[in-house]
């Protein structure tokens, strides 16, 4: 495994579940999205135990054109405990899409643009589609 993005089940041999891929998921798209590694899950856990402020900044604080929406899903998926995080890909998925609906596609950063075509299929006219969806406003 590679320390910034393994989740602390992993490193500490404990097995591992859909949960602790999606961490290692959530912590390349953090690192894509800040333009900087995600700090190692034994240093977040230190400085919670010690009670200072977890060293996983907000990716907004790294890069403000990414919606505050993506940093939530994000930060879930990355939650220290396996039983706070995203529960499957496409939960992680529905989360991404629903944090992107109201996001032009011309105004997301480049590598936003790679996510939403991941997750749109390849196509931002997907996207687009699903911006102009009444019904998934709704269910939003």
């Known amino acids: ?15 591992t579940d859909v949960r602790s891929d999606l961490y290692a998921l959530a912590a390349t798209l953090y690192h894509l999205l800040a333009g900087a590694p995600p700090p ?4 977040r856990a230190s400085a919670v135990l010690a009670g200072l402020d977890e060293p996983l900044l907000p990716l907004p604080a790294h890069n403000p054109q990414v919606p505050e929406a993506v940093d939530q899903a994000l930060r879930r998926a990355m939650a220290l405990p396996a039983e706070a995080r995203t529960r499957s890909a496409a939960e992680l ?20 643009r ?3 075509q991941a997750l749109f299929g390849g196509s931002h006219e997907l996207w687009q589609q699903d911006q102009a969806c009444g019904n998934c406003r709704a269910s939003a």
């Open 1 to 15: 495994y590679t320390l910034q993005y393994a989740p602390l089940e992993q490193i500490h041999g404990a097995g």
């Open 40 to 43: 190692n899950a034994p240093a």
């Open 93 to 112: 998925r529905s989360e991404l899409r629903r944090a992107l609906r109201h996001v032009p596609f011309a105004d997301a950063p480049a590598v936003a």
């Open 114 to 116: 790679a996510v939403v």
